[in-house]
């Protein structure tokens, strides 16, 4: 052996020794780095490695820390669609590493639940044509795992979804399919107006609320704020199907999506989220600005933070009164006190059943307005927003802010049906441009009641009411789903206001007036004790076995999941309100069971049904045998005992989907639920009544029912 070949083997075993220097995950090829701002770089080495970077005629040195973590900071640089490498390598293993194709320009965090998070693929009005026009190399995407990442305790590991193949990708039509909706069309009308390349990071989960994104040790420090999401009556610390991992726990979300992204440099964040947490509109102001904050402190710096308003949506189940989306959306607002805050109003976007509206291009539109105006100030971003109001005899004349040239009415289409290309569907609720629609005006009662409106000057509307002598207050768009279409010239809409300082309504279930159902003269009454054989009403509309023995029907031997037996004669007219109840015992635990009512046929109805030797109650709604639709659900007080007697009673308002819901134990008589619930929009109303059993058991006489008792009148 030679002496420089044993040279050469001693200098190729030493370097063996030394790991690989690594970027972090978040440093890959076709990346976006920020413009204007010093930019961290980072990964791992061995602990003591020196560490050299290059990029764009800067070298910046650093040494690995014992943790073999290391970092530079790279100087501000001005935006460049020039695709140049970026290296790093170690002097003391010599290991070197490119990345290629990197720009420079605007990176922006697409955060929030899941009108953030679904993706274009999910939404069958965009997936085909509308993401074709997705196609624009100087937008580059990355995206953390879909669904996000929950963790314990703060995190660093970058989890990269499948289908990014471990990178940054350009924006093309079949990426763009796996991207966040709202998040691709940002993108997209942002760099055209920009002129520079687009940075987006995608780290979303739905269905979550605030608590879930802010670090525990913050919260901590506030319990007069988060105590009642921290204590183990949260139902997030239950691991579960909904929730594996405890990953919608508090903070696990922040732990294992948010913080591996920290310090990436970003020019801002867009934000989609509150509809998780539309029961807290009187702390979601305070805890939204705190998410703000605390990312921003974590950041080091106040970036730019963008969120969207909720859209309209008319099925918020345990919201009777239908205007706490409303309030949340007024909370929402809280944020703009903070500085480099702006709001995207997407007023005249959303759909009546779906929380999930198809039309999320005017969503992304709108942010990337906010954006491109941050450095052209020219650009007409905002909506109109409420500015004052002033009582002039028997009007109200509000001033706004942001009209640009002027006020005007515009025509605005909102599906009701799910799944359907917005504005088309037949259903639709449509506001023609000659009608000036969505305010409310009140007296010294403080109950509004719609109002005429008309523009009366570049940024003056005047409101009023022929029913209101002496008004005191306006309100626009005061609603879940309100349908309401004043904008600016610029295209954008007006905000949802309110001139009131008014306290928020009880949206308790114990707020509402229950007598709204009550009947008050009877016109039809149809009773079974069932002390003989059933009747020929009675008509068994699934394979179950069902029959009268000794004072009561039993029902079992099952072969299916759904079961009705309706009495042909327990209907209604169209008009009329109904009032049925019958008792029931069960032999089996987890086993379902109450009354049906509104049937039309085996595949059509709807059901109140209790679940034994569980608290669980719900009202589903069965349209041609689908997916079973949750209308309510709640626990009652306490468990429905397997061989315990209960009392079921629906009072109801069919054909205005009102529903007043009383469950007792008939043993001692005391209530162990009572529930008033308004469906937005019932599907079908006025059939027959009947008994309901749920469950796949073949166990026989697993149910038994007595004194059914059908009533209906005015």
């Keep these: 052996m030679t002496k420089r070949f044993l040279i050469w083997v001693v200098s190729c075993f030493a370097a063996s020794l030394f790991a690989e220097v690594k970027l972090n995950p978040?440093?890959?090829?076709?990346?976006?780095?920020?413009?204007?701002?010093?930019?961290?770089?980072?990964?791992?080495?061995?602990?003591g490695e020196n560490i050299t970077v290059e990029f764009a005629g800067q070298v910046k040195t650093a040494v690995a820390g014992e943790n073999g973590e290391w970092k530079v900071t790279l100087d501000p640089m001005p935006a460049s669609?020039?695709?140049?490498?970026?290296?790093?390598?170690?002097?003391?293993?010599?290991?070197?590493?490119?990345?290629?194709?990197?720009?420079?320009?605007?990176?922006?965090?697409?955060?929030?639940?899941?009108?953030?998070?679904?993706?274009?693929?999910?939404?069958?009005?965009?997936?085909?044509?509308?993401?074709?026009?997705?196609?624009n190399s100087q937008v580059r995407m990355f995206k953390f795992q879909r669904e996000g990442i929950?963790?314990?305790?703060?995190?660093?590991?970058?989890?990269?979804?499948?289908?990014?193949?471990?990178?940054?990708?350009?924006?093309?039509?079949?990426?763009?399919?796996?991207?966040?909706?709202?998040?691709?069309?940002?993108?997209?009308?942002?760099?055209?107006?920009?002129?520079?390349?687009?940075?987006?990071?995608?780290?979303?989960?739905?269905?979550?609320?605030?608590?879930?994104?802010?670090?525990?040790?913050?919260?901590?420090?506030?319990?007069?704020?988060?105590?009642?999401?921290?204590?183990?009556?949260?139902?997030?610390?239950?691991?579960?199907?909904?929730?594996?991992?405890?990953?919608?726990?508090?903070?696990?979300?922040?732990?294992?999506?948010?913080?591996?992204?920290?310090p990436f440099a970003i020019r801002g964040c867009i934000w989609y989220q509150g509809e998780s947490d539309d029961r807290y509109s009187d702390i979601y102001g305070e805890m939204f600005s705190d998410l703000i904050t605390v990312w921003r402190n974590l950041w080091g710096y106040d970036f730019q933070f963008l969120f969207v308003q909720l859209a309209p949506y008319d099925v918020v189940g345990w919201d009777a009164r239908r205007e706490a989306w409303a309030f949340l959306r007024e909370a929402q607002d809280a944020a703009l006190a903070l500085p480099n805050t702006a709001r995207a109003v997407i007023i005249d976007s959303g759909e009546q059943l779906d929380i999930h509206p198809q039309n999320k291009q005017p969503v992304g539109e709108r942010l990337a307005l906010l954006a491109a105006n941050l450095d052209q100030p020219d650009i007409e971003a905002h909506s109109p927003e409420f500015d004052t109001a002033e009582v002039v005899g028997s009007k109200i004349r509000v001033t706004f802010k942001y009209a640009a040239s002027g006020l005007e009415a515009r025509r605005v289409a909102m599906n009701k049906n799910k799944r359907i290309e917005p504005g088309t569907d037949p259903e639709a609720f449509v506001i023609e441009a000659d009608t000036l629609a969505g305010f409310t005006v009140c007296g010294e009662d403080h109950k509004f009641v719609p109002a005429k409106a008309r523009i009366t000057g570049t940024n003056t509307v005047e409101v009023w009411a022929d029913s209101v002598d002496a008004p005191v207050a306006v309100r626009y768009g005061w609603a879940n789903f309100p349908l309401c279409n004043l904008y600016n010239s610029a295209g954008l809409p007006a905000c949802p206001f309110r001139s009131d300082h008014f306290p928020p309504p009880d949206f308790s279930e114990s707020g509402l007036d229950v007598s709204a159902a009550q009947i008050q003269q009877v016109q039809k009454e149809v009773r079974d004790d069932f002390s003989g054989e059933l009747p020929n009403v009675w008509e068994n509309l699934h394979t179950a076995g069902w029959?009268?023995?000794?004072?009561?029907?039993?029902?079992?031997?099952?072969?299916?999941?759904?079961?009705?037996?309706?009495?042909?004669?327990?209907?209604?007219?169209?008009?009329?309100?109904?009032?049925?109840?019958?008792?029931?015992?069960?032999?089996?635990?987890?086993?379902?069971?109450?009354?049906?009512?509104?049937?039309?046929?085996?595949?059509?109805?709807?059901?109140?049904?209790?679940?034994?030797?569980?608290?669980?109650?719900q009202l589903l709604r069965m349209v041609d045998g689908g997916k079973p639709l949750v209308v309510d659900s709640a626990n009652a007080s306490r468990k429905f005992e397997v061989g315990g007697v209960y009392s079921l009673r629906l009072q109801s308002v069919p054909k205005q989907g009102f529903y007043a819901v009383t469950i007792r134990d008939a043993g001692n008589d005391d209530v162990m639920l009572a529930r008033v619930k308004v469906e937005a929009a019932p599907v079908f109303v006025s059939a027959r009544a009947g008994l309901y059993c749920g469950s796949k058991t073949a166990q026989p006489d697993l149910f038994v029912f007595d004194d059914f008792v059908f009533k209906a009148g005015k």
Excluded at 83 to 100: A, C, D, E, M, W
Excluded at 548 to 565: E, I, M
Excluded at 581 to 601: D, E, H, K, M, T
């Design 81 to 135: 669609s020039k695709p140049r490498s970026l290296s790093v390598q170690s002097t003391i293993g010599h290991h070197k590493s490119s990345i290629v194709d990197v720009l420079v320009g605007d990176v922006w965090l697409c955060a929030g639940q899941s009108n953030m998070a679904t993706e274009i693929r999910l939404y069958p009005t965009l997936r085909e044509a509308k993401a074709d026009v997705l196609n």
């Design 26 to 47: 978040l440093f890959t090829d076709h990346m976006v780095l920020q413009r204007n701002h010093a930019t961290p770089v980072y990964g791992t080495a061995d602990p």
């Design 150 to 262: 929950g963790a314990e305790k703060p995190s660093k590991e970058v989890v990269i979804d499948a289908p990014f193949q471990n990178s940054w990708q350009k924006m093309t039509p079949a990426m763009a399919r796996e991207f966040s909706a709202t998040g691709a069309f940002f993108g997209n009308a942002l760099q055209p107006m920009a002129g520079i390349p687009i940075g987006l990071l995608y780290a979303n989960r739905g269905g979550t609320a605030v608590n879930q994104w802010l670090p525990m040790e913050f919260m901590q420090s506030k319990p007069e704020l988060y105590a009642p999401f921290l204590g183990a009556d949260n139902p997030w610390w239950t691991d579960g199907p909904r929730n594996p991992g405890l990953i919608r726990a508090p903070s696990r979300l922040f732990n294992g999506t948010i913080h591996p992204v920290i």
């Design 547 to 617: 029959q009268a023995v000794d004072g009561h029907v039993q029902a079992g031997a099952f072969s299916g999941s759904h079961y009705v037996l309706a009495n042909n004669d327990a209907t209604a007219d169209e008009d009329m309100k109904i009032d049925v109840s019958v008792s029931i015992s069960s032999a089996g635990r987890n086993a379902w069971g109450g009354l049906a009512f509104n049937v039309q046929n085996a595949n059509s109805f709807y059901v109140l049904r209790i679940k034994f030797d569980t608290g669980a109650y």
